[in-house]
């Protein structure tokens, strides 16, 4: 699919979304962003605050940094300041109903992003298709290791909703080659490309024979390549990532490791605003909007590079 089909359909969703709901409603917006310092929550933080600012709307924006506890107290803080909706990207699994909960109270509207609240979802959720996704990356790195091989997961933060749909697309790839053996699987706590270093030099000093790695953010994959070079591993290793991080595409079109799936993010941070609107204006959305991830090879990875959705 070339880039500007892309871009196009993200573009018809947040038009879509739209809809009658007027952004003269809304004047001021909280985000809650999970950790600003993975390029991921950064770029659909940019998504959010360009497009309110062509809408003329306020985005009052936080970082938790990774930790739960911070980011509840950062929500409780949100709203005190009168917002018409909050956009709301879970810091983890555990606390990850509390903000939705106080906000729900209150009667503003919540847009999940990325996570969702299990027992305390938002008003809607959005997200790629974590697992359609994740089977596309894992059925590519299983074909060019020829359909066989043992292969090791790094999985991301334990229990949270990309890590679940992750596992559970590329499970399904796997059970589909009954010549691959999964040996090995470790969870990272920051999605983070030092873990995904160690965790791989660790699995692989256990498993010298592993052909196949998939890390479930592109932060673990070029991790995992890492520790396969300095392995010295005298096999041929196919790794595969997620995300399409705006750092980590150009190592991909170098080559540098063999597959991601390149999430929308940019078009997820206007479809987040404009469901914020309608929200706002007491519409109803559905309880899910998935967006389609894009597989990504060296062989496709520059028009990303140029122009990312």
Known sequence: ???????????????????????????????????????????????????????????????????????VSQVQDLLTQDIDALIYLPAGAAAATVPARLAKQQGIPVVNVDRNAEGEPGDTFIATDNAASAYDVCKHIIGLAGG??????????????????????????????????????QWSQQWSQAEGLDITQNLLQANPDVNIIFGQADGLALGAAQGVKVSNVSQRVYVGGFDGDTTALPIL????????????????????????IKLAAGEDLPAEQLLPGFLTTPENAQQYVENHP
């Open 1 to 71: 699919m070339k880039i500007t089909m892309t871009l196009v359909a993200a573009t018809a969703l947040a038009l879509t979304a739209f809809g009658n709901a007027q952004a003269e409603e809304v004047k001021r917006l909280g985000l809650a962003v999970t950790n600003l310092q993975a390029d991921y929550f950064n770029q659909i933080k940019i998504g959010v605050e360009s497009y309110a600012k062509e809408l003329g709307i306020e985005v009052i924006t936080v970082d938790a940094k990774n930790d739960g506890a911070t980011q």
């Open 148 to 185: 066989k091989g043992k292969m090791i997961m790094i999985h991301g933060q334990k229990g949270t909703t990309p890590e679940v749909e992750r596992t559970k697309g590329c499970m399904k790839a796997i059970e589909e080659n009954p010549g691959v053996e999964l040996v090995a699987q």
């Open 253 to 276: 079109a170098a080559g540098g490791y063999d597959a991601t799936a390149t999430q929308q993010v940019r078009g997820i941070g206007r479809l987040a605003v404009d469901s914020a």
